[in-house]
């Protein structure tokens, strides 16, 4: 049973960048403690460059 139903949806932007994020977060939550909090930071980056570049095809040229 889907945890998530409104995540069932196949997104439209910025899918390359988020595939395999369910292994990412395994690998992540594997790791000792220490680590953990700079492996959550890079993938924190990662994402909001995602979310961020989700309205670039609307903005102007630069």
């Not at 790791?31 to 959550?40: D, G, H, K, Y």
């Not at 460059?49 to 630069?62: I, K, N, Q, Y």
């Amino acid at each position: 049973m889907d945890d998530h139903p409104e995540m069932t949806h196949a997104p439209t932007d910025g899918t390359e960048a988020i595939e395999g994020l369910e292994a990412r977060l395994r690998d992540i939550e594997q790791q000792p403690l220490v680590s953990r909090a700079a492996a959550f930071g890079e993938l924190h980056d990662d994402l909001r460059r995602v979310l961020e570049g989700a309205g670039d095809d609307t903005a102007a040229p630069s």
